[in-house]
């Protein structure tokens, strides 16, 4: 038991015996009830939505976590949230995690591993079975995708186990899905057998899975942890989550199709949310690692945590000589004995003696109290001092500190890495520092320290580019002015690969998938402003709305796969036929949807006129088939309305009212006013 928590036990005893004092009768009343009222608490997931995390969704929505008294808030994990930190901070009660926790204690961290769900890691190497590799030995030579040394130990350890360097294999940095092997970038990755396999086998690809378990390397999977401040505070919480929790996963695996519907229904989050058979895919293969047939939900052997202790030895992550001592959880610890009527009867009894002994305690302590506070201060600035490196580690920060008096700044080895340097830790001012061409990032860095120091809010919140060479990478730079000092620190952080992933995300939200171009929200978006510059400069403009001809036909005959061969070529035809500043999208179907800037009636027909000139030279090769196509037009222009009347909605209708009429009046033509 850590230090800290038998002292407040020990100052929660003698609280209890002066009250016993003063109040006698309390202590022969019987307790009361718990308060009706729900306590709220968060559990911190370690990554997004998927089956592994049924027993939780299933706990929460049953109502088992309510009958505890329980009110559970289910954060979502990803890229860039680690549960560690997030308990350390204090932003969460409870966290999911395994090997990271148990490094992170450790290295000094107070938590408290509660319960084991996975009997053994998801954590495994994936590869195609035609890539010729077998055993780990045949990744030497080979393109291998994987995370850094603390998050994917238990593959350093496999390999370290089978007599492999890392420097003998070409390593790629984890995307955190399977792409690169998908498109034979990558000869294997560093994968989950829960999930990332579903992508292969959904695609009819044949692979094969190398577990570090078939060589020695077998570490626990999923697991609930908290923080030693939890336990000694909340010892009743942390029984009733627990329990509620492990009956939440009972009901999962007797009922998997109603956990799936559940996560389909509540817990999908988009752009990363998985269909019923990937979920499926997730729940027997969670099955198979949980066992819930042949162990107990939750059950750890203090053995299995030691040889994952000593794994990490090997590995260089900690030092050795370490100490397990309350890091599992054991609730008979938390058993309040003066609950208990017998106790209390006989605290009452000893009231005499016990005067006594506290009257010569309070002398006492008025002598020590001065020590005490000295030794609690120096504790407390040693806890906070290890919180710090820790939170610094967990989110892979860098940190700064500026001295304004006399310029002079430090940086750490992350930071001055991140800026383009070496990983080396660095002082000198921030003048020289903008000054150093070495360090790409440095100039940027230092304006934005000056900038904070002239802003009234004295905060800085801002992201940088820094370019390398033949690469761009965003940092995100956090820092402000120290109050009564003439002082600024603060972190830096790489948010590159969040950057790519809001860049790409923001593709998809705009781009139709088929053929690359627009899709209709983007479109509209672009009409409402083109429209709101036309009413104040009244340059006109025209919107087409385009309808291939006997387009039903094409799919009926030929089939669907035909059908999107034509529009991706007429799509093609179509960007090439307009001018670089027209908008051009999908608008549905075989339906497409022209803005035409600075355009008016004439001009509008010409281009139309091009575009079917092109289109009727054009024999389409469609799956083997060819076929002509041709299309049908309506073009309506803003100078027909009023500036009241001239909305997206009204345009666009006009211009499919002359698409309804060039269809019926024979198709493969253009109508306009």
């Given at each position: 038991m850590p230090a800290s928590f038998k002292q407040h036990l020990q100052h929660q005893l003698l609280y209890l015996l002066l009250g016993a004092i003063?109040?006698?009768?309390?202590?022969?009343?019987?307790?009361?009830?718990?308060?009706?009222?729900?306590?709220?608490?968060?559990?911190?997931?370690?990554?997004?939505?998927e089956f592994e995390f049924a027993g939780f969704y299933i706990a929460k929505e049953k109502g088992f976590y309510a009958e505890k008294g329980l009110d559970v808030t289910i954060k979502s994990g990803g890229p860039g949230i680690i549960p560690v930190q997030?308990?350390?901070?204090?932003?969460?009660?409870?966290?999911?995690?395994?090997?990271?926790?148990?490094?992170?204690?450790?290295?000094?961290?107070?938590?408290?591993?509660?319960?084991?769900?996975?009997?053994?890691?998801?954590?495994?190497?994936?590869?195609?079975?035609?890539?010729?590799?077998?055993?780990?030995?045949?990744?030497?030579?080979?393109?291998?995708?994987?995370?850094?040394?603390?998050?994917?130990?238990?593959?350093?350890?496999?390999?370290?186990?089978?007599?492999?360097?890392?420097?003998?294999?070409?390593?790629?940095?984890?995307?955190?899905?399977?792409q690169l092997l998908l498109d034979g970038k990558v000869d294997a990755?560093?994968?989950?057998?829960?999930?990332?396999?579903?992508?292969?086998?959904?695609?009819?690809?044949?692979?094969?899975?190398?577990?570090?378990?078939q060589y020695g390397i077998d570490f626990y999977g999923n697991s609930i942890f908290t923080s030693e401040n939890e336990i000694a505070e909340q010892p009743e919480r942390v029984k009733a989550f627990l329990e509620?929790?492990?009956?939440?996963?009972?009901?999962?695996?007797?009922?998997?199709?109603?956990?799936?519907?559940?996560?389909?229904?509540?817990?999908?989050?988009?752009?990363?949310?998985?269909s019923r058979e990937h979920l499926f895919f997730e729940a027997e293969e969670t099955r198979n690692l949980v066992m819930p047939h042949l162990v107990d939900l939750g059950h750890m052997n203090p053995g299995r945590w030691k040889h994952m202790a000593d794994t990490l030895v090997q590995l260089g992550l900690t030092e050795p000589g370490y100490s397990l001592e309350g890091f599992l959880y054991d609730p008979d610890k938390t058993f309040n004995l003066l609950s208990h009527w017998g106790v209390r009867f006989g605290l009452v009894s000893l009231l005499g003696t016990i005067t006594l002994c506290l009257a010569l305690w309070f002398f006492n302590r008025k002598l020590s109290t001065e020590i005490t506070s000295r030794r609690e201060a120096e504790e407390r600035t040693h806890r906070s001092e290890q919180r710090l490196s820790l939170a610094l580690w967990a989110a892979d920060l860098g940190w700064w500190d500026w001295n304004l008096d006399t310029d002079q700044i430090a940086l750490d080895g992350k930071a001055h890495g991140m800026l383009g340097g070496s990983d080396k830790p660095?002082?000198?001012?921030?003048?020289?520092?903008?000054?150093?061409?070495?360090?790409?990032?440095?100039?940027?860095?230092?304006?934005?320290?000056?900038?904070?120091?002239?802003?009234?809010?004295?905060?800085?919140?801002?992201?940088?580019?820094?370019?390398?060479?033949?690469?761009?990478?965003?940092?995100?730079?956090?820092?402000?002015?120290?109050?009564?000092?003439?002082?600024?620190?603060?972190?830096?952080?790489?948010?590159?690969?969040?950057k790519s992933y809001q860049m790409e995300l923001e593709h998809l939200t705009e781009t139709d998938t088929l053929t690359g171009l627009y899709n209709r929200r983007y479109f509209f978006r672009q009409l409402e402003l083109h429209l709101e510059q036309y009413k104040r400069k009244?340059?006109?403009?025209?919107?087409?709305?385009?309808?291939?001809?006997h387009f039903k036909q094409i799919n009926d005959t030929y089939d669907h796969l035909a059908g999107d061969t034509v529009i991706r070529e007429f799509a093609t035809i179509l960007s090439q036929s307009l001018r670089p500043?027209?908008?051009?999208?999908?608008?549905?179907?075989?339906?497409?949807?022209?803005?035409?800037?600075?355009?008016?009636?004439?001009?509008?027909?010409?281009?139309?006129?091009?575009?079917?000139?092109?289109?009727?030279?054009?024999?389409?090769?469609?799956?083997?088939?060819?076929?002509?196509?041709?299309?049908?037009?309506?073009?309506?222009?803003?100078?027909?309305?009023?500036?009241?009347?001239?909305?997206?909605?009204?345009?666009?209708?006009?211009?499919?009212?002359?698409?309804?009429l060039a269809k019926t009046s024979g198709r493969n033509m253009v109508r306009i006013r």
């Amino acid at each position: 038991m850590p230090a800290s928590f038998k002292q407040h036990l020990q100052h929660q005893l003698l609280y209890l015996l002066l009250g016993a004092i003063l109040c006698p009768a309390l202590l022969l009343m019987p307790a009361g009830p718990a308060a009706a009222e729900q306590q709220k608490i968060t559990l911190q997931l370690h990554w997004t939505h998927e089956f592994e995390f049924a027993g939780f969704y299933i706990a929460k929505e049953k109502g088992f976590y309510a009958e505890k008294g329980l009110d559970v808030t289910i954060k979502s994990g990803g890229p860039g949230i680690i549960p560690v930190q997030e308990v350390m901070q204090g932003d969460a009660h409870y966290g999911i995690g395994a090997a990271e926790v148990l490094l992170a204690r450790l290295r000094g961290a107070p938590l408290v591993m509660l319960a084991s769900i996975f009997q053994h890691s998801a954590s495994s190497i994936l590869t195609r079975a035609d890539s010729g590799i077998y055993t780990p030995q045949d990744l030497v030579g080979r393109v291998f995708e994987m995370g850094r040394l603390e998050s994917d130990a238990e593959t350093y350890a496999m390999l370290n186990n089978e007599g492999i360097d890392v420097t003998q294999l070409t390593h790629v940095d984890s995307t955190f899905n399977p792409q690169l092997l998908l498109d034979g970038k990558v000869d294997a990755i560093s994968a989950y057998s829960t999930s990332q396999p579903f992508f292969l086998k959904e695609r009819g690809i044949p692979y094969r899975l190398i577990r570090p378990i078939q060589y020695g390397i077998d570490f626990y999977g999923n697991s609930i942890f908290t923080s030693e401040n939890e336990i000694a505070e909340q010892p009743e919480r942390v029984k009733a989550f627990l329990e509620a929790s492990l009956k939440g996963w009972q009901y999962a695996f007797d009922n998997e199709e109603e956990a799936v519907e559940l996560i389909l229904a509540k817990y999908s989050d988009h752009p990363f949310a998985h269909s019923r058979e990937h979920l499926f895919f997730e729940a027997e293969e969670t099955r198979n690692l949980v066992m819930p047939h042949l162990v107990d939900l939750g059950h750890m052997n203090p053995g299995r945590w030691k040889h994952m202790a000593d794994t990490l030895v090997q590995l260089g992550l900690t030092e050795p000589g370490y100490s397990l001592e309350g890091f599992l959880y054991d609730p008979d610890k938390t058993f309040n004995l003066l609950s208990h009527w017998g106790v209390r009867f006989g605290l009452v009894s000893l009231l005499g003696t016990i005067t006594l002994c506290l009257a010569l305690w309070f002398f006492n302590r008025k002598l020590s109290t001065e020590i005490t506070s000295r030794r609690e201060a120096e504790e407390r600035t040693h806890r906070s001092e290890q919180r710090l490196s820790l939170a610094l580690w967990a989110a892979d920060l860098g940190w700064w500190d500026w001295n304004l008096d006399t310029d002079q700044i430090a940086l750490d080895g992350k930071a001055h890495g991140m800026l383009g340097g070496s990983d080396k830790p660095i002082k000198t001012t921030l003048s020289s520092l903008a000054k150093n061409r070495s360090i790409p990032g440095s100039a940027a860095f230092a304006h934005l320290l000056h900038t904070m120091q002239k802003s009234e809010a004295r905060t800085c919140d801002s992201e940088l580019e820094v370019a390398e060479q033949d690469s761009r990478k965003w940092l995100l730079c956090r820092g402000q002015m120290i109050n009564s000092s003439p002082r600024a620190a603060g972190v830096i952080m790489d948010v590159s690969k969040l950057k790519s992933y809001q860049m790409e995300l923001e593709h998809l939200t705009e781009t139709d998938t088929l053929t690359g171009l627009y899709n209709r929200r983007y479109f509209f978006r672009q009409l409402e402003l083109h429209l709101e510059q036309y009413k104040r400069k009244k340059s006109n403009l025209s919107v087409a709305l385009l309808d291939l001809d006997h387009f039903k036909q094409i799919n009926d005959t030929y089939d669907h796969l035909a059908g999107d061969t034509v529009i991706r070529e007429f799509a093609t035809i179509l960007s090439q036929s307009l001018r670089p500043y027209d908008v051009v999208a999908r608008f549905g179907g075989e339906e497409f949807v022209i803005l035409l800037l600075d355009t008016g009636r004439e001009e509008s027909l010409k281009i139309l006129s091009r575009l079917r000139e092109r289109l009727a030279q054009k024999v389409f090769d469609a799956e083997g088939y060819s076929m002509r196509v041709t299309f049908s037009g309506g073009i309506a222009e803003a100078d027909e309305l009023t500036p009241v009347e001239l909305t997206p909605k009204r345009i666009i209708a006009i211009a499919d009212q002359r698409l309804y009429l060039a269809k019926t009046s024979g198709r493969n033509m253009v109508r306009i006013r």
